[in-house]
């Protein structure tokens, strides 16, 4: 008896050697069979097949009525007949949502066209499970146990960007920036609140290759989120969530005369900084003269700008001494001047002095705070590291530095 083959084995078993075709998938079952896959991950997940309900998350209402269209139509139970190990679609009846709304609505509530909501498969406006988890990410926030040490910051991020000294920036990939740039100290603008960026974590890979990092980001309504560097560049970009960038209070270069000397051509001297100091008698001047400084800036010349002081109110009707000047390049003055006196708005210098018609006038821009910090707030402006940073009397110090 000759040798048998396998193929004689298998044939004299009864199994078929005909290849058998596998029949493509057409993009209608390919979306019904990813639209399942969603359900079937819920049911994994939760222990439960998805409900409808006002108190539901807007997701497991779209996959419960997905689940009731599958249901409903027998085509779709056939093809996922095989996925179906949790019996999700044995369920044949379709149920009414309890909260009210009909199918229709419920989509239309979800983003997606009218057109689209007799049929499953053409869902619109749905984001995909990375955007659904960054926005989860961003939603799980928790209570800031030590919020108190950066209100401040906050205070101070919000005073800048009312008085202009910080300005606002979407993030819009039309514009060409294909990813939000995010760096440790920073602050942003996502789901309405202000967050700022008070720690990131060691560099990771992301599993499409990426690096990644854990941050701890503080918002502005005292709570605080441990989510992925990914996860809130992504929320910045979606268009509900406004996001954007803030910027740090950029009031330009900042020279002494020195260094002044060494500036291009180009760069053009826009005004003077100056402090002054008042040689006023008045009894509460007189005792605290080491401490009261004027700090202003002009665009012409600080001599012809303190001209007449003793008979001018805003100069506490005295002369003047000028303490120190530093000459400006590129800068916006009002901007500048704001910021430094935000700087120093809890030791502004609260007098009222008669002017020459007996109107009592509060000059604005006179401050009890010794030369050497002014020194620091110009050095400070200077190499760009004024960023919510405040004077604090009683450390006689400034405080808040953002490190």
């Known amino acids: ?71 409903a139509q027998a085509d779709c139970r056939a093809l996922l007949a095989d996925m179906d190990v949790h019996g999700l679609l044995d369920d044949v009846a379709v149920a009414a949502p309890v909260d009210g709304l009909d199918d229709s609505a419920l989509l239309a509530e979800l983003g997606i066209a009218a057109e689209a909501a007799d049929d499953i498969t053409q869902l619109r406006n749905v984001r995909s499970n990375a955007d659904r988890q960054a926005a989860e990410e961003i939603a799980s926030a928790k209570r800031c146990e030590d919020f108190a040490a950066f209100k401040p910051l906050f205070d101070a991020v919000q005073a800048d960007l009312e008085a202009g000294v910080r300005t606002t920036r979407p993030f819009v990939r039309d514009l060409g920036m294909s990813k939000a740039d995010i760096k440790l100290g920073e602050f942003f603008i996502v789901g309405g609140q202000l967050a700022y960026v008070s720690e990131v974590g060691d560099p990771q890979k992301a599993p499409n290759g990426e690096t990644d990092a854990r941050l701890r980001v503080i918002y502005s309504n005292g709570t605080e989120s441990n989510l992925l560097l990914r996860s809130l560049q992504r929320a910045l970009y979606e268009p509900d969530k406004g996001g954007r960038w803030v910027s740090e209070p950029n009031a330009g270069p900042l020279f002494s005369e020195a260094q002044a000397a060494q500036l291009e051509p180009e760069q053009l001297a826009t005004g003077t900084l100056y402090v002054l100091r008042s040689r006023s008698t008045h009894p509460t001047i007189a005792a605290n003269r080491d401490l009261v400084h004027k700090i202003g800036i002009t665009g012409g010349s ?102």
């Open 1 to 71: 008896m000759a040798e048998m083959t396998d193929d004689d084995i298998l044939a004299e078993l009864g199994v078929d050697l005909t290849p058998k075709k596998v029949r493509a998938r057409t993009p209608r079952e390919e979306r019904i069979i990813a639209g399942f896959e969603d359900i079937v991950k819920f049911r994994e997940e939760h222990g439960r097949a998805p409900q409808h309900g006002e108190d539901r998350d807007i997701f497991e209402r779209l996959y419960a009525v997905r689940l009731d269209r599958l249901r």
């Open 302 to 403: 600080v001599e012809a700008r303190i001209a007449g002081a003793a008979d001018d109110a805003t100069y506490l009707l005295a002369d003047v001494d000028v303490v120190a000047t530093y000459k400006l390049y590129d800068i916006n003055r009002p901007r500048l001047e704001a910021l430094i006196h935000r700087v120093l708005d809890a030791v502004r210098f609260d007098i009222s002095i008669p002017d020459r018609f007996g109107k009592p006038v509060r000059p604005r821009e006179w401050f009890l705070v010794p030369l050497p910090v002014i020194d620091q707030i110009v050095e400070r402006i200077g190499d760009g590291t004024l960023v919510g940073v405040i004077y604090d009397p009683s450390q006689a110090a400034l405080v808040g530095t953002i490190s």
